[in-house]
């Protein structure tokens, strides 16, 4: 079934109207959320092509996600889109690799995402045009909570969970706003040799800056002292009682959040991913998170 979801996407990429002569087609590996295509065109050309419909149940909607591609290449920390339609876009394909979380969590690249996190938040709004979501993650987890139901996945969680979404958005308390990229995942952190870029814009929202700190470090295992280093870098000063609060409440947030993404996923996904393995493993870490917040 894989191989010829796999066929028919490969088969979509060679009808698009962006080519001007033959090319080469490969699988990109690394999403579970979208088919992903490396092409070479007659004149050596690399690209990356992106194909994923709307994804209304985890709040994925295309026009967002390359509207927010775009302001990002305009920004200068994601690549350059050279096509898009609905379902499609087409941008250049790096060289390079994504980092791994080991890789994140050394201080020299702590420094270099910083930097490219406050470029993402002082620069993308400049190049936005037109209506565009936001991502508050105590909504999305209760959208999540409500799909999921009494009978599925997590039924005897559910609500405590609940409960603990709203305590949650209580202590996080009032926000400034930026655009954020919302999905620090390591696989969307990109390596080219001589610089990094942000890649996969599907989450782009409307967010509090410190939700992109809490979720970079949700996701890539930070120690405390991983925490305290990308809080003084992004901050240039060590946070205050506040501050460091609520990025410790957005940081179970963001583990909830992957929790209620997980069990959504392993639900109603048809895609061949062990889902409830990876929702048991988030609902570990959120619980040890919880431990910490005190």
């Not at 999921?148 to 926000?175: F, I, S």
């Not at 706003?177 to 919302?182: F, G, L, R």
Request: charged share 20%; aromatic share 10%; with cysteine.
């Amino acid at each position: 079934m894989r191989e010829l979801i796999r066929d028919q996407g490969i088969l979509e990429v060679e009808k698009l109207p962006f080519w001007t002569g033959p090319i080469k087609i490969w699988p990109l590996t690394g999403g579970i959320t979208n088919r992903n295509y490396g092409v070479q065109d007659a004149d050596g050309q690399r690209y990356a092509v992106r194909l994923g419909q709307d994804i209304p149940r985890h709040g994925v909607m295309r026009f967002n996600e390359q509207t927010a591609a775009q302001a990002a290449a305009k920004a200068g920390i994601s690549p350059k889109i050279m096509y898009t339609a609905p379902g499609v876009m087409i941008s250049r394909l790096l060289p390079g690799r994504t980092l791994t979380q080991d890789e994140i969590r050394q201080p020299e690249n702590l420094a270099r995402i910083v930097e490219l996190l406050r470029r993402c938040h002082g620069e993308m709004a400049k190049h936005l045009h037109g209506p565009l979501l936001a991502f508050w993650v105590f909504q999305i987890n209760r959208a999540y909570a409500a799909s999921l139901g009494d009978d599925g996945p997590l039924a005897g969680e559910l609500e405590r969970l609940c409960a603990l979404n709203e305590a949650l958005e209580q202590r996080v308390g009032k926000v400034n706003i930026v655009y954020a990229h919302n999905d620090l995942l390591a696989g969307n952190i990109f390596d080219d040799g001589a610089r990094l870029w942000l890649l996969d814009w599907d989450y782009a929202g409307f967010n509090t800056p410190l939700f992109d700190l809490a979720n970079l470090s949700s996701n890539n295992g930070f120690f405390p002292t991983d925490d305290a280093t990308l809080l003084e870098l992004y901050l240039d000063a060590a946070p205050d009682a506040h501050t460091l609060d609520a990025f410790k409440a957005l940081k179970c947030a963001s583990l909830l959040r992957e929790t209620l993404w997980s069990a959504v996923s392993e639900k109603f996904s048809t895609i061949a991913f062990d889902y409830a393995a990876y929702t048991r493993d988030n609902l570990s870490r959120l619980n040890v998170a919880i431990a910490d917040l005190g």
